[in-house]
């Protein structure tokens, strides 16, 4: 097969790359390499690189033609940042989603797979969040990520383009992002312990989390891209665990001897508790979780 990966310097794309350029696909990334989330990019001597902004369709559209599957991962993907700069997350997630989708249509690709968030159930709904619940956007990251899933909703319906769309909970594993005050905490902690510094825990600690590892995000993927059936075409589906943690929980699960956290102030715009209902993606997608996040820590 001939795919396409946006963003796949990234966290996650790069881990998706690999896979399927070990299944034998020819894999073409496109990332421009605009996030500051990481120490370094990450590339598969196996894979095509691209570096174009996929808000610029001018730029992108050439690049599918004669493709099969399309993954569709870059994105501004931090709340915070996205609240100190809500017009570059608008362009890259609302124009740049477009663009993937409307130079899919044009070259006759044969699925799109969107990556969204968890975090559009925002503060209304209360766990296990389920894929019908009502979005509660709280910030211009949410609001930016659900418009895509409108857009690739509307270019199956009124263009029979198929897509599926990805809400992801707490990405984390090899490779995670551990550049700055808003990376994933998983990675902040990593870093600083690895640096002999105390554990920086946001407000109280007792915010509870999904976590799902990246392994387990990659495998979705594959399997959205060559699932029979029509039911699952044009659908959301939830990518967690149906396990939460606090904080405080991967406090205990990380201290050792030399190890220590301090509290730093809440932050606005992030939900309390989130936790997947993920019935709907085994039913439909045959997608179970593998790995266990106690598991992975120790």
Same mark, same amino acid.
């Given at each position: 097969?001939? =795919?396409?990966?946006?963003?796949?310097?990234?966290?996650?794309?790069?881990h998706?790359?690999?896979?399927?350029?070990?299944?034998?696909?020819?894999?073409? *990334?496109?990332?421009?390499?605009?996030?500051?989330?990481?120490?370094?990019?990450?590339?598969?001597?196996?894979?095509? @690189?691209?570096?174009?902004? &996929?808000?610029? @369709?001018?730029? &992108?559209?050439?690049?599918?033609?004669?493709?099969?599957?399309?993954?569709?991962?870059?994105?501004?993907?931090?709340?915070?940042?996205?609240?100190?700069?809500?017009?570059?997350?608008?362009? /890259?997630?609302?124009?740049? /989603?477009?663009?993937?989708?409307?130079?899919?249509?044009?070259?006759?690709?044969?699925?799109?797979?969107?990556?969204?968030?968890?975090?559009?159930?925002?503060?209304?709904?209360d766990?296990?969040?389920?894929?019908?619940?009502?979005?509660?956007?709280?910030?211009? @990251?949410?609001?930016?990520?659900f418009?895509?899933?409108?857009?690739?909703?509307?270019?199956w319906?009124?263009?029979?383009?198929?897509?599926? &769309?990805?809400?992801?909970?707490? *990405?984390?594993g090899?490779?995670?992002?551990?550049?700055?005050?808003?990376?994933?905490?998983l990675?902040?902690?990593?870093?600083?312990?690895?640096?002999?510094?105390?554990? =920086?825990? *946001?407000?109280?600690?007792?915010?509870?989390?999904?976590?799902?590892?990246?392994?387990?995000?990659?495998?979705?993927? /594959?399997?959205?891209?060559?699932?029979?059936?029509?039911?699952?075409?044009?659908?959301?589906?939830?990518?967690?665990?149906? /396990?939460?943690?606090?904080?405080?929980?991967? *406090?205990?699960?990380?201290?050792?001897?030399?190890?220590?956290?301090?509290?730093?102030?809440?932050r606005?715009?992030?939900?309390?508790? =989130?936790?997947?209902?993920?019935?709907?993606?085994?039913r439909?997608?045959?997608?179970?979780p593998?790995?266990?996040?106690?598991? @992975?820590?120790?």
């Amino acid at each position: 097969m001939r =795919t396409i990966v946006t963003g796949g310097c990234g966290f996650i794309g790069s881990h998706l790359v690999d896979e399927l350029v070990g299944r034998g696909d020819q894999v073409m *990334v496109i990332d421009n390499e605009s996030s500051d989330a990481h120490d370094e990019f990450h590339y598969n001597n196996d894979a095509e @690189y691209a570096w174009y902004d &996929i808000a610029d @369709y001018d730029s &992108i559209e050439h690049l599918f033609k004669g493709v099969d599957y399309v993954f569709h991962l870059a994105a501004e993907a931090r709340i915070q940042p996205a609240i100190e700069n809500p017009t570059l997350a608008v362009r /890259t997630n609302v124009a740049g /989603t477009c663009s993937v989708l409307q130079a899919s249509r044009h070259h006759g690709i044969k699925r799109v797979m969107y990556s969204s968030t968890s975090s559009v159930y925002g503060l209304i709904n209360d766990p296990p969040l389920v894929e019908t619940m009502p979005r509660d956007c709280l910030n211009p @990251y949410s609001v930016s990520k659900f418009a895509g899933e409108e857009l690739c909703k509307m270019y199956w319906s009124l263009f029979g383009l198929e897509t599926i &769309i990805f809400r992801y909970f707490n *990405v984390y594993g090899e490779r995670q992002p551990t550049r700055g005050q808003y990376a994933p905490v998983l990675g902040i902690f990593q870093r600083q312990i690895s640096e002999g510094n105390p554990m =920086t825990v *946001v407000g109280d600690g007792l915010q509870t989390r999904d976590y799902v590892h990246v392994s387990d995000v990659v495998e979705a993927n /594959t399997i959205a891209a060559t699932v029979t059936g029509s039911e699952a075409i044009g659908q959301i589906f939830n990518i967690g665990t149906g /396990t939460s943690y606090s904080v405080m929980d991967l *406090v205990s699960m990380l201290s050792g001897p030399s190890t220590s956290h301090v509290h730093l102030d809440s932050r606005q715009g992030e939900a309390r508790h =989130t936790m997947a209902n993920i019935m709907k993606t085994q039913r439909l997608l045959g997608w179970h979780p593998k790995v266990r996040l106690e598991d @992975y820590l120790s």
